[in-house]
């Protein structure tokens, strides 16, 4: 009889062992089908994401490939990569499927929310970088090459220089949520932010200028969006205070 408490708390154990290897395999599924359709338009993609340089290149220079495999590892690389970021969301479901239990009433009411809009900022992180960065970058770096410099770049140094923007961005667009989950877990609060604004305001400049080229314009596309997105957490967090206050 001894023995019975301890075989009824291993069942639940395995039992969620069992369920969180049962979603990683979905989640490793998944990837794998999504990076089947992108491989399929690997080069395709490639030249996407390559456009933002090639616009700013000299006339009739091309991108290189130093390495003999380059040209089929590198667009290979890049589609498994494009098949993770479209597979987020699935991912997160999977995530969310597996913790949701576990939680309570109230936590559930914040927590899905924050995947979410944590997962849509990260998306709007690297839509910016895209969008906005790339051709300030790659049109200030093709334009700063000393005479006598042909600008061809090698397209897996590319490719991981883009991905290392993607992130970086990406990471930052995340902004709102650290604030909002500090505040909510107790580690600070809004008035304590709030009056450390001017160090953040310092600090993301200070960030911006590690990640953008030497020029103020493209430092300031990057450190303002930043500083707003820490306002706007700021301004969401408050309602995430109050909420904690009440229970």
Not at 124 to 151: M, S
């Amino acid at each position: 009889m001894t023995n019975q408490p301890e075989k009824l708390g291993e069942q639940p154990f395995i039992s969620h062992l069992v369920e969180l290897r049962d979603r990683l395999l979905r989640v490793v599924l998944c990837v794998l089908l999504v990076f089947i359709g992108t491989a399929m338009y690997a080069n395709e993609i490639y030249q996407y994401l390559a456009e933002p340089l090639l616009q700013h290149m000299p006339e009739n220079s091309t991108m290189i490939a130093i390495d003999v495999a380059s040209p089929f590892f590198t667009p290979i690389k890049l589609a498994f990569v494009v098949a993770v970021f479209a597979s987020v969301p699935y991912i997160l479901f999977q995530f969310w499927g597996f913790i949701a239990p576990g939680l309570y009433r109230h936590e559930k009411l914040m927590v899905l929310p924050l995947l979410l809009a944590s997962t849509l900022l990260f998306y709007a992180g690297a839509a910016f970088a895209y969008f906005v960065v790339f051709p300030l970058v790659f049109g200030y770096l093709t334009a700063a090459a000393p005479a006598g410099v042909a600008v061809m770049t090698d397209i897996a140094t590319y490719l991981d220089f883009i991905l290392a923007l993607f992130f970086a961005f990406g990471v930052s667009f995340e902004i709102p949520i650290f604030t909002i989950v500090l505040v909510w877990t107790g580690i600070t609060t809004p008035e304590s932010l709030a009056e450390k604004r001017p160090y953040v305001i310092v600090g993301v400049f200070v960030v911006a200028m590690f990640l953008t080229p030497p020029d103020a314009l493209s430092q300031t596309l990057l450190a303002v969006p930043m500083w707003l997105l820490f306002e706007s957490g700021l301004l969401f967090s408050r309602f995430f205070a109050g909420r904690r206050r009440e229970r």
